[in-house]
């Protein structure tokens, strides 16, 4: 497609269950972002991959958040044992190449609600 | 630390009249790159203007425009003439020299009226 798709739009699901959100980003992007996006804390960097690699795992709240890309594109958040907490919009963006000067462009994101 | 400051919680404007978005920046790096987001009620955020602080010239694309001082580490953002279709939450954001990561405000909710 022409942008970056996120899979599925929302996602209701019940403490203490684990979740995995899907990524697809702009054909031709080697860079891969995650980021959280939620009401207390506004948007915040999770993890970021440059093909299947990802050299910055800073933003990843716990152990209990992972992510993996493969074939150089698409991308799986995650998130296991979730908790209330988890709550959020998971947006993921991708970029051409992983330079700073790059543009990042997003997807509409999976609205997470964990009960 | 990097930081963005977007003091304006809401905004609310009627059709036609001119609006300006203020963002502020904290960052001790010399290189560093500022961006603009506008997230529609749809939820994506779309990417309107990016300028890198070695480049302090204003710009212009239709009827939005911005106005980088690095003077004051501001990089406002002027709508003229809003629409309804202006409607929406605009980020300002951050990205350091040696860094991918991007530093966000908290957003301006910007309501146009007809």
């Known amino acids: 497609g022409a942008g970056v798709s996120q899979s599925p739009s929302n996602k209701v699901t019940e403490k203490g269950k684990d979740v995995e959100l899907r990524c697809d980003p702009i054909?031709?992007?080697?860079?891969l972002y995650w980021y959280r996006q939620s009401l207390g804390q506004g948007l915040e960097f999770l993890i970021y991959f440059q093909g299947n690699s990802a050299p910055d795992k800073s933003g990843l709240p716990s152990d209990r958040f992972s992510a993996e890309r493969t074939g150089g594109s698409v991308s799986t958040l995650t998130i296991q044992r979730t908790q209330q907490e988890d709550s959020a919009v998971y947006l993921c963006?991708?970029?051409?190449?992983?330079?700073?000067?790059?543009?990042?462009?997003f997807g509409p994101g999976t609205r997470l609600l964990v009960l | 630390a990097q930081k963005v400051t977007q003091a304006q919680t809401e905004i609310s404007v009627v059709e036609k009249e001119d609006v300006t978005l203020d963002c502020v920046y904290e960052?001790?790096?010399?290189?560093?790159?500022l961006f603009w987001y506008k997230q529609p009620p749809s939820g994506e955020l779309v990417f309107l203007i990016r300028?890198?602080?070695?480049?302090?010239q204003n710009e212009i694309s239709g009827r939005y425009s911005w106005n980088f001082q690095k003077s004051t580490s501001s990089f406002n953002f002027t709508i003229t003439a809003s629409q309804v279709v202006d409607s929406a939450v605009y980020f300002c954001a951050l990205r350091r020299g040696s860094n991918y990561k991007l530093t966000f405000g908290k957003g301006t909710l910007l309501t146009v009226n007809p």
């Open positions: 054909s031709g992007h080697t860079a």
């Open positions: 963006a991708s970029s051409f190449v992983a330079g700073v000067q790059e543009t990042q462009y």
């Open positions: 960052t001790r790096d010399t290189t560093y790159y």
């Open positions: 300028r890198n602080s070695f480049d302090e």
